[in-house]
């Protein structure tokens, strides 16, 4: 059994007054293994944010299931989703999503405070991973007092911190300039050598091939996949390329 498995995954939404309805999501099939990092892309509208809040337990899916580490995500009950989201998975923004009036330490110490965690244990996670982070010295600080780059490196502390089964990413470097966008790449693939999967979705093509696996949406449904193996970051990049404008021109399927 894989790790995360998507199966049939299925996603439609009634317009406003009922009218209509939009399949967002049609027939999603996909295997992530534990320890992947899998980058997924797609134009706007191709259902790639839908497939991302599925797979956060953030909406339900129309059909199909979401196994993660073998447990079925529809089937949680509504009042339990909260705590199983704070116990499996982690999440970086785009937009970080610090708050302002807690310093840098207690914005990552959150997730454990939230879950009944005692102050010890809190604290002897943060050290080793703030080090690793490189954000030690700023965890005093307040997000409005740091960089852009301190503060996405203070999300991924906050998506580590709870030893979460899998890392969702949603657009992390989109609010970043190239030069911390290149070290929360680095990042990334340094928690993922560690054996943390990684799952990102974005739009940027440098981000994506950072990752092992690009998985490529369009008009609800995988459409095609790319894997590394021995290819460099440049070779992927190309190929990730190449890969979209055949998308965009209709050229491709897997």
């Keep these: 059994m894989s790790f995360l498995e998507v199966n049939g995954l299925k996603k439609t939404y009634s317009t406003r007054l009922g009218g209509n309805k939009v399949e967002a999501l049609k027939n999603v ?31 339900r899916p129309t059909g199909g299931t979401i ?18 989201r704070r116990e499996n998975l982690g999440f970086v923004f785009q937009e970080f999503n610090l708050l302002d009036t807690f310093t840098v330490e207690d914005n990552i110490y959150l997730p454990l405070v939230l879950a009944g965690r005692s102050y010890g244990e809190i604290s002897v996670r ?24 301190q503060k996405q490196r203070a999300a991924v502390a906050r998506a580590m911190i709870t030893g979460p089964k899998l890392i969702l990413a949603d657009e992390p ?12 790449l680095r990042l990334f693939g ?37 894997y590394r193996g021995a290819d460099t970051d440049e070779q992927l990049y190309q190929k990730i390329s190449d890969t979209l404008t055949l998308l965009t021109t209709g050229g491709m399927r897997q």
Excluded at 127 to 149: D, F, H, M, Q, V
Aim: avoid cysteine.
């Design 126 to 149: 943060l050290t080793p991973i703030a080090a690793r982070l490189g954000i030690s010295n700023i965890l005093k600080k307040y997000p409005y007092e740091i960089s852009g780059g």
């Design 67 to 84: 196994l993660l580490d073998g447990r079925d995500i529809s089937a949680i009950k509504e009042s339990a989703l909260a705590a199983f």
């Design 190 to 226: 340094e928690v993922n050598s560690s054996g943390q999967t990684v799952l990102m979705v974005t739009h940027s093509v440098k981000a994506a091939s950072s990752a092992n696996r690009v998985l490529f949406i369009k008009d609800g449904e995988v459409f095609h996949q790319i």
């Design 173 to 184: 470097t989109g609010a970043l300039d190239s030069r911390a966008a290149d070290e929360l």
């Design 29 to 59: 099939t996909f295997t992530v293994e534990k320890g992947e990092y899998v980058a997924i892309m797609g134009e706007s509208g191709s259902g790639k944010t839908t497939l991302l809040n599925m797979l956060a337990a953030l909406d």
